[in-house]
Structure formats: structure tokens, C-alpha cells
């Protein structure tokens, strides 16, 4: 088992671009999470869901959308990217307390 | 909303000592978890405590949660360096048992060799 991966590993954006950051897992968990890390800083939930086709905001939702069209897949969507954005995201997924989390998209905006 | 500090922010240890992060949140918790983050890692899941007062054991490793369950440590014995990293503490928000996360910004372990 891959577990869970996270595509790409670092990206640089300028202002104003969009991207989406890739999360896939092969442990068929029903749970999944998005959450950012900043410097120092603990981690910042963003957008979580619990199956397909259900997601909902976590702590940190503005400037990100979110979809679970599948089991394995949760893609996290930046449209226009901005200097607050630049963090480490972590995606995770779960199916009951433990969170396994993919190794991060290191992001940059500048 | 729910906020969960931890302290101390960093620890600088000597291989051999012992070493305790705090971990205290604004609300009770129905469960804590706790995670170790490498640098340049990703944060692995070491525990979670359920029950008022628990205290579980890994090797040298020693959680407790308090009785109120509004407050856990993480307790080190004879450090060494592989011990090295970010230890978190994450309790659940929202009304929910697991999932929704809410952690500390964790205790920073040194190890001087």
C-alpha cells in the first residue's frame, strides 16, 4: 500500500494563479482531510470529508474549494493564489481516530 | 472556538534526559490524540487517550490525560536522538468524537548528542 500521496512536492505560484493540489489514498478510508501548515505553527484544518461526495469547511476554508467524486481521491483547488497562501499542505485521511497523513505540497506565492 | 495550547514551545535536552510537553485546551475533550512530525516530515499518529485520567505507556514514551479531560502530556524518558521532532497534541471539534482536528502548535524536541 502507497498509503497516502500528494502531488506535486513543491510548486511555485504567482499572485493571482490557480492550481490544485493532488491527494490520493488506497486504504479505502471514508474520512479525508486537507490542513496547512505555516512555520512554527501547528495545523490548520481546511476542508475535511467524511465519503463521496460530501465535504464541508474546516477552520481555514477561504481562498479553497474542495470535491470527493471518489473514495480515494480529494484534489484541493487555490483559485487566485495570494502571499497568505504560501504553507506546507497536508492532506490526511482516516477511518477512525488515527489520521494518516501524505508526505505535503510545499507552496510558494509570490 | 475550541483553542489547544501546548508548552513549552521548544526543548532543548541532552541525549539521556528526560523531556514532558503540556498540552491544555479551552474546552473538554471527549478524546485526545497526540503526533510526532520529523523535519522535513509529515506527523505520524503515536496515540490517542480516551478515558479521564488514562495514562498509557509506549516504551519510554508516557501520555496521560487529565481528569478533567481538558488536559494531556507527553512524558520522555532518557531521551535519545531518535527522538527528535515536533510533538502535537490534537483534540476533536464540532461536536464530533474524531476527524475534525483541532491541534496545538506543538513542542519542538532537541537533542544534543
Known amino acids: 500500500n502507497a498509503g497516502v500521496t500528494q502531488t506535486p512536492k513543491f510548486r511555485i505560484l504567482k499572485i493571482g494563479q490557480s492550481m490544485t493540489l493532488q491527494c490520493t489514498q488506497d486504504m479505502n478510508h471514508n474520512y479525508m482531510y486537507w490542513y496547512r501548515q505555516d512555520p512554527g505553527m501547528g495545523l490548520k484544518l481546511i476542508y475535511y470529508s467524511v465519503g463521496a461526495g460530501i465535504t464541508d469547511k474546516g477552520e481555514v476554508p477561504n481562498g479553497y474549494n474542495v470535491s470527493r467524486s471518489t473514495t480515494e481521491d480529494f484534489p484541493l483547488r487555490l483559485e487566485l493564489a495570494a502571499p497568505s497562501q504560501t504553507s506546507v499542505y497536508f492532506c490526511?485521511?482516516?477511518?477512525?481516530?488515527?489520521?494518516?497523513f501524505g508526505p505535503g505540497t510545499r507552496l510558494t506565492v509570490t | 472556538g475550541q483553542q489547544v495550547m501546548q508548552i513549552p514551545q521548544y526543548q532543548h535536552v541532552q541525549e539521556g534526559e528526560d523531556f514532558t510537553t503540556y498540552c491544555n485546551s479551552s474546552?473538554?475533550?471527549?478524546?485526545i490524540q497526540w503526533y510526532k512530525q520529523r523535519p522535513g516530515g509529515h506527523p505520524v499518529f503515536l496515540i490517542q487517550?480516551?478515558?479521564?485520567?488514562e495514562v498509557k505507556k509506549q516504551k519510554r514514551l508516557t501520555f496521560q490525560f487529565g481528569e478533567a479531560k481538558k488536559n494531556s502530556s507527553l512524558h520522555i524518558t532518557a531521551t535519545q536522538t531518535t527522538d527528535v521532532g515536533t510533538y502535537f497534541c490534537a483534540g476533536p471539534f464540532g461536536g464530533t468524537s474524531y476527524g475534525k482536528l483541532t491541534f496545538g502548535q506543538g513542542t519542538i524536541l532537541t537533542v544534543h548528542p
Open positions: 474546552t473538554t475533550l471527549s478524546n
Open positions: 490526511a485521511s482516516s477511518e477512525l481516530a488515527e489520521q494518516y
Open positions: 487517550l480516551v478515558k479521564s485520567g
